[in-house]
């Protein structure tokens, strides 16, 4: 398979049979992604939480694509209501075998509200994935803070590439992802939801030099793996 980073949390997955899934598809209003709300091509939308910057563009592109969302029941529910014809809810600890592989719906500590004229829509709790695909396995942590069952994570995954938040203010910062890391036993880590507001400004090369030799690595926008 092939991942590339495009900015903020957003990700895409080419599997070696062709399907598309994209995770967190903010991209209007994401001032360092690479790709274009009204071109991206998916068949699968992961969303870890409702917040504006991980829904993003998830209704419009799930729309035009005919893409399935893979999200918590609650986030379902309002993509339906938006139009969405192809969901399919999870909730935390549940994992579903998906043509492209199995998915793993884990906890995240963060919180999950969409605003929608003025009211704050109850949009689930937060999320973060494991998917096993094509014998490897990855994490994507959605936002959250760092907290001690990511020893549990490493435990009964073997993770081969975690992408963890460092961007700190509204998830943890570059020294406790360090420490989720070491926890995860991840052996590749990658930086993700930093530098796209003022707020969240990190250096990434920072990070990884807080983690053992080459186990941390910065993916530019755009930029592909191949795993
Ligand atoms: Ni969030
Ligand atoms: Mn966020």
Excluded at 110 to 138: C, N, R, W
Excluded at 176 to 183: D, G, L, N, Q, V
Aim: with cysteine.
């Amino acid at each position: 398979m092939k991942i590339t980073y495009h900015g903020h949390s957003v990700l895409s997955i080419v599997m070696d049979d062709g399907q598309k899934i994209l995770f967190d598809p903010f991209i209007t209003g994401n001032s360092l992604t690479d790709l274009t709300a009204d071109e991206v091509e998916t068949d699968w939308i992961l969303v870890t939480h409702g917040h504006s910057d991980h829904i993003g563009d998830m209704v419009p592109i799930a729309k035009r694509n005919d893409a399935t969302v893979i999200s918590i029941v609650e986030i379902c529910s309002f993509a339906e209501k938006n139009g969405v014809e192809r969901t399919h809810g999870m909730n935390i600890g549940g994992k579903f075998d998906f043509p492209f592989g199995r998915v793993k719906m884990v906890h995240a500590q963060h919180s999950s509200g969409y605003e929608v004229d003025g009211q704050t829509l109850y949009m689930g709790e937060p999320a973060g994935f494991i998917l096993q695909a094509e014998g490897k396995t990855i994490y994507h942590a959605g936002d959250t803070s760092n907290f001690g069952d990511m020893a549990l994570f490493g435990e009964a995954f073997d993770i081969d590439i975690a992408f963890l938040p460092i961007g700190d203010n509204f998830t943890m910062g570059p020294q406790e992802a360090a420490s989720a890391a070491k926890r995860l036993k991840a052996k590749q880590v990658v930086p993700i939801h930093y530098n796209t507001f003022p707020v969240i400004e990190q250096d990434p090369e920072a990070f990884v030099k807080l983690l053992p030799e080459n186990v941390g690595k910065v993916m530019a926008v755009g930029e592909t793996i191949e795993l």
